[in-house]
Nanobody, 116 residues
């Protein structure tokens, strides 16, 4: 069973940057398209970015286009999310999972807090 562990979150000011990482154990991530998701307080979880199995195709939610970059390193069994120009509305718990979701269990997520 694949276990996902997200890391790299923290507290930053508006305009700051963070790099999130998703490490997998117990399985091979290259078998899956992967996505970064986020859930803000009182809101439903939403997809932020996704990447296909080999990294050649990516898509982003309109709210993060031009600011976030998803990447993957299949040799290291990891997926990353570079987040620049962060805004208070980016505050959420961020999770990685398969895309489409549902093929892997959810990790604990990593908290991102952006202050104005």
């Amino acid at each position: 069973q694949v276990r996902l562990v997200e890391s790299g979150g923290g507290k930053v000011q508006t305009g700051g940057s963070l790099r999130l990482s998703c490490a997998a154990s117990g399985g091979v991530l290259s078998a899956y398209g992967m996505g970064w998701y986020r859930q803000a307080p009182g809101k439903e979880r939403e997809i932020v970015a996704r990447i296909n199995w080999n990294g050649y195709s990516t898509e982003y939610a309109d709210s993060v286009k031009g600011r976030f970059t998803i990447s993957r390193d299949n040799a290291e069994n990891m997926v990353h999310l570079q987040m620049n120009s962060l805004r208070p509305e980016d505050t959420a718990i961020y999770y990685c999972n398969s895309y489409p979701e549902g093929y892997l269990g959810w990790g604990q997520g990593t908290q991102v807090t952006v202050s104005s």
